[in-house]
């Protein structure tokens, strides 16, 4: 996919559609009526089935394999977001006069990396709060010059 295009909806995959579909119904309300109306529907039928063994492993059984299978879809869309979130952002970092472009693709780099990355701006509002103009707004680097030079005044 190339900047500024979108891609048209008949260029997923079959079944990145139809997970899409499924996530998109597991989502709403008509989704959870029908669960909780077959969890009624299996209570109601427990007399019936003089509250079996077997009664209870449909129930267990059921909710096993829908767990387990909402999981990896789960899984899967939340992936997708976040990776077209990291997307967005990055495409904002690049396209902002002063930010940061060590901020781009930062969700790749090591957890120390990360941290190292924290303290720096962690910093940053230290001095900032220190700042008379609060909506200054600079790198770490610049406010470390700033800083050192009015220590020096």
Known sequence: MTHGTKTSPGSASLSERFARAVT???????AFVVAVAALVLWALTGPLFRFSDSWQLVINTGTTIVTFLMVFLIQRFQNKDAHALHL???EIVAALQGA??????????SEAEVAALHRHYQTLVVMAKRDENIAQSHSVEEAQRRHTRKGRA
């Open 24 to 30: 998109d119904w597991v989502g709403s309300s008509q």
């Open 88 to 90: 967005k952002l990055n």
């Open 100 to 109: 940061s472009n060590r901020l781009i693709n930062v969700e790749d780099l």
